[in-house]
């Protein structure tokens, strides 16, 4: 059985930063493309960041480039969402994502991956 767990989501002021975990199991992260999605207080769910398989370097909305960085790590079957210089716009419900295969077009389309977590909270202050 698929089960992506989503910790780190927390409140943090504006300026600060907080790094998002996401722990797999019944999968192997590295065979998967796995992205971060995020869904705004009464607001639809929207992409955030993207990393496929081995080799490839993660993509990201233009809204956090710069600011965010996703990671995986292969031995911890865990990816990661680093983010920095957090504003009050980025707060959110953060999910993490997956499926075994994704073209790079329709990285941005959440009915492109099959697996979900339960989400983490992230508030950021003014």
Same mark, same amino acid.
């Given at each position: ?6 910790? %780190? %989501? %927390?409140?943090?002021?504006?300026? $600060? +930063?907080? /790094?998002?975990?996401?722990? +797999? ?10 992205? #971060?999605?995020?869904?705004?207080? $009464? !607001? %639809?769910?929207? #992409? ?6 081995? $080799? ?8 956090? !480039?710069? /600011?965010?960085?996703?990671? /995986?790590?292969?031995?911890? =079957? ?5 983010? =920095? ?13 997956? =499926?075994? #295969? ?11 991956? *099959?697996? #979900? $977590?339960?989400?983490? *909270? ?5």
């Amino acid at each position: 059985q698929v089960q992506l767990v989503e910790s %780190g %989501g %927390g409140v943090v002021q504006a300026g $600060g +930063a907080l /790094r998002l975990s996401c722990t +797999a199991s019944g999968l192997t992260f590295s065979q998967y493309t796995t992205a #971060w999605f995020r869904q705004a207080p $009464g !607001k %639809g769910r929207t #992409w955030v960041a993207t990393i496929r398989t081995r $080799g490839h370097t993660p993509y990201y909305a233009e809204s956090v !480039k710069g /600011r965010f960085t996703m990671s /995986r790590d292969n031995g911890e =079957n865990t990816v990661y969402l680093q983010m =920095n210089s957090l504003e009050p716009e980025d707060t959110a419900v953060y999910y993490c994502a997956t =499926n075994p #295969w994704v073209i790079l077009s329709a990285i941005q389309r959440e009915d492109q991956y *099959q697996y #979900w $977590g339960q989400g983490t *909270q992230v508030t950021v202050s003014s």
